[in-house]
């Protein structure tokens, strides 16, 4: 993985991490209901962005290479089970 997408995909889950400890500490000081979901839909919407960028990575080289390669079979196995992840979000 090149080290741009890789500090790109870290510092998503960094992000991500720091909202789950501020979603902890929500609940343990008893916040606002609507406020914890709100604050749980973004960690959400943050972990998502993550899957995007792996996604996107993995088929621009992986699924490409495999292409290439010759495991036609193998890339469309992945694509479809990459979609099928995708469909239950």
Excluded: F, P, W
């Amino acid at each position: 993985m090149k080290n741009d997408v890789k500090r790109k995909i870290v510092r998503r889950l960094k992000t991500v991490e720091g909202q789950v400890r501020g979603l902890e500490k929500m609940v343990e000081g008893d916040a606002y209901c609507i406020d914890v979901i709100t604050q749980a839909s973004a960690v959400r919407q943050a972990l998502s962005a993550v899957e995007d960028v792996l996604l996107e990575k993995h088929l621009s080289t992986c699924v490409v290479d495999q292409m290439k390669g010759g495991a036609q079979a193998k890339a469309v196995r992945e694509i479809l089970a990459a979609y099928k992840v995708s469909k239950k979000r």
